[in-house]
């Protein structure tokens, strides 16, 4: 047996429990690892020269949560009866914790247990947190890196291992919604400014002080205040006048943020209200239940797949060419770098302490990209995210300049300037000259095929494309394109680049529009094409936010301008010449770039704007032109041609070998368009539902709306066959097997 938990006493009889498992740098929870945890909790209660326990980490940190795939591993186990398994697993753990919260003293008189102090290094996220909140005192080290906090919400879970009840008996419903709604990760002074830590103290002096305490806390320091007489829920009690306020607004918050499309809030709710009614122990079974319940719903599981597991599989390079060496970038060049993209990438480039060179027309537009950044840096500034130093520190990697002789020592560059095919070529001709051999080229192009661009470059298997989108410093995908000529030192360097900058790549084929755009343009389309049919705008909108998309498509349209929509369209029609499809919706756009409302840039769009550029209600001069059809479709319909414009884009794009594992398809929709993040993606939503019923659908919608939602034969295949999408292409369940 390996040990995962150390077990020792010192000479004033204080046990430690020192968890540092073996082979990671960060301690995450197993199944062994709770039994072990377990047997050390019974050897130090059993144990009567033992006087208390401290419970620390080996490690710089506490401990990063629960490793995810036991919560599979319980489902698994049960056989026939999976919430039967994950309901009993729960219900283990609560013991666990329980019995360390209890420490062994008399359910009556609450006298004789033992004092348990969480002695935490650094950073502690999950059941980290959740058994440092079983413990009586809890210290934490005063270390500027350490993050505390529950982000189970992020994944569509909560925190299950007793955080859901403990937090909110400890700050009341309202208080503890940053920690349990949010999933906040937080500095350790924020954390004990809320109260769910004591005492911060130096580094070295931890765990000198947390056994101290555990020397002199006395029979009523240790007893939870939800395990004394005439304890009440801070906050107020659901049948509370506060609580009734409190209750009611919750409920109200959490439908509205999340639309009704994510069932994890929900069931975090009802189980803090349903808990606050009944003894501790009851509500732990309570909130066992609504974990179980969550853990599930297909959601949960895809997401955890989708935004956590596969997340960090293609962010530790699961796709990265096999044999290549580090790539990582030492200098980097960026044409255009006093733009809007460029400037941006040279920001996060520099952030990850990358030399930036900002090459632009003319001095002029080159300094303005510095000044993006030092903008930037002067925020982080204010908000004290960073020091003067830190910033002089960043800034002095960045250079500008309009002279080609400067990208010398580059080992990449991104070309950021217009969408302009021969502004390109220029740019690229004009750079190879001061490039070395091994220096690779990429561009930022979101519109042009990257095949074709190589071809201005001296070595096309040293181009390829990497896709940001906007804005850079808050997107946290990258769509990274090989053309046909791309060789794997391009693939490898631009994935070492993206894993400086710690963005998550997918890596896809050349085709137009790549993946992301080419499944977002169907969804703006589908959205203004229902305007002129009549649909309802606020019926269109609504319906997508109520998918669970951030965006309802005519809001979307106005973020990224009716004019950019107005381009793309013209281009794309230019290029495809007689196959390019008829759209209803290309006029409309028209007629609104000719009224100058071209969106939010503009104050003007689908949506009416305040002088501040507060959005209002929808456009009141929409409907004289495109008067509301008299019948009115139903919502269900609505949501399907928006979510089946996106879903069989996808699917089409991984039929034509654009998209090249699944699981780039799905973690690149959430991260890239903010695809409905509950669904753990188009292919995971297709998986939910089904193909058989995903079939039926699609005919329908191909019936009454035309070819454009004709079912990929892909899709109908499956169908019959009676697959699925990760049953059939997950690299990851392939690699196990
Ligand atoms: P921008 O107009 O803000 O920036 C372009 C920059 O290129 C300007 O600073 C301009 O001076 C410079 N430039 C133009 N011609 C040049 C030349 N001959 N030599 C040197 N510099 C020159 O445009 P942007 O929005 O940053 O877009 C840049 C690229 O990024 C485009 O290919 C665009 O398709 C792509 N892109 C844009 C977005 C977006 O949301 N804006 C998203 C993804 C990709």
């Not at 201005?456 to 896709?467: A, L, T």
Request: contains cysteine; charged residues 25%.
């Amino acid at each position: 047996m390996t040990e995962i938990f150390h077990y020792s006493v010192d000479a004033d009889g204080v046990a430690t429990i020192a968890w540092d498992l073996p082979g990671r740098s960060m301690n995450v929870m197993t199944l062994e690892g709770l039994e072990q945890l377990d047997a050390c909790i019974d050897k130090a209660l059993g144990d009567e020269a033992v006087k208390g326990i401290v419970l620390t980490s080996a490690k710089a940190d506490f401990a990063g949560g629960m490793d995810l795939n036991i919560l599979a591993g319980m489902k698994a186990s049960a056989g026939d009866d999976p919430a039967k398994g994950l309901f009993e697993g729960v219900m283990q753990m609560h013991a666990l914790l329980r019995k360390l919260e209890r420490a062994g003293m008399d359910p009556k008189t609450n006298k004789g247990g033992k004092p348990v102090a969480w002695a935490c290094p650094g950073t502690a996220a999950g059941i980290g947190l959740e058994l440092g909140l079983a413990c009586h005192r809890r210290f934490v080290a005063d270390n500027p890196k350490a993050k505390i906090g529950l982000p189970e919400i992020m994944v569509g879970i909560f925190p299950g291992a007793g955080g859901a009840t403990r937090v909110s008996r400890m700050l009341g419903a309202m208080a503890s919604a940053p920690f349990l709604l949010e999933g906040k990760m937080m500095a350790p002074a924020k954390v004990k400014a809320a109260g769910l830590v004591d005492e911060i103290v130096p580094a070295d002096e931890l765990q000198a002080a947390a056994k101290a305490w555990v020397l002199s806390a006395k029979d009523a320091d240790i007893v939870k205040p939800w395990d004394a007489k005439g304890w009440k829920m801070p906050g107020g009690a659901p049948y509370s006048p506060q609580g009734f306020e409190t209750f009611v607004g919750a409920s109200a918050m959490i439908n509205g943020k999340t639309q009704g499309a994510y069932p994890a809030p929900k069931a975090l709710l009802a189980a803090i209200y349903e808990g606050a009614m009944v003894d501790f122990d009851t509500a732990l079974r309570i909130e066992a239940r609504w974990f179980t319940n969550i853990l599930m719903n297909p959601s949960s599981g895809a997401m955890i797949r989708s935004l956590f597991l596969n997340k960090e599989a293609l962010e530790k390079g699961a796709v990265r060419p096999a044999g290549v060496p580090d790539m990582r970038v030492k200098k980097v060049g960026i044409l255009g770098g006093g733009g809007f993209m460029g400037a941006g990438i040279g920001y996060v480039s520099a952030m990850a302490g990358i030399e930036v060179v900002l090459l632009d027309r003319d001095a002029e537009a080159a300094a303005k990209g510095v000044g993006f950044i030092t903008g930037l840096l002067d925020e982080s500034l204010k908000k004290k995210r960073i020091t003067e130093d830190k910033k002089a520190g960043i800034l002095g990697l960045v250079s500008a300049t309009s002279d080609y002789a400067d990208l010398k020592g580059c080992d990449l560059v991104v070309e950021a300037v217009f969408e302009d095919p021969g502004v390109k070529a220029t740019v690229t001709k004009a750079a190879q000259e001061a490039l070395g051999p091994d220096a690779i080229f990429a561009s930022n192009t979101s519109t042009l095929p990257i095949t074709d661009l190589a071809e201005n470059y001296k070595d096309p298997e040293r181009f390829i494309g990497i896709h940001f989108f906007s804005p850079v410093h808050k997107m946290m995908l990258v769509e990274i394109i090989k053309g046909k000529k791309t060789g794997d030192e391009a693939v490898a360097k631009a994935l070492d680049f993206v894993r400086q900058i710690r963005k998550t790549p997918i890596v896809v084929n050349d085709a137009r529009f790549f993946y992301a755009n080419r499944c977002i343009i169907p969804y703006i389309n589908e959205g203004t094409r229902m305007v002129t049919e009549g649909i309802n705008p606020a019926l269109i909108e609504n319906a997508a936010k109520q998918l669970g998309m951030p965006l309802g498509p005519l809001q979307l349209v106005d973020e990224t301008a009716l004019d950019l929509g107005q381009k793309i369209a013209k281009a794309t029609k230019a290029a495809l010449g007689d196959a390019y499809p008829e759209n209803p919706a290309d006029p409309l756009i028209d007629w609104m770039v000719a009224e100058g409302r071209l969106g939010r840039k503009a104050n003007a769009g689908f949506y009416a704007y305040d002088d501040k550029g507060k959005r209002q209600g929808i456009w009141d001069g929409l409907a004289a032109k495109y008067p509301l059809a008299e019948e009115q479709p139903d919502v269900t319909e609505v949501q399907h041609r928006l979510a089946f414009a996106q879903v069989l884009e996808a699917v089409r794009a991984l039929e034509d070998g654009v998209l090249m594992d699944i699981r780039e398809g799905d973690v690149g929709a959430i991260l890239g368009w903010g695809f409905m993040p509950w669904s753990g993606g188009p292919l995971s939503w297709l998986d939910i539902l089904g193909a058989g019923k995903a079939v039926e659908i699609t005919d329908a919608l191909t019936e009454k709306f035309g070819p454009r939602f004709t079912t990929p034969a892909l899709l109908r295949e499956m169908a019959q066959k009676g697959e699925t999408f990760y049953g059939r292409f997950d690299p990851a369940a392939k690699a196990a097997a």
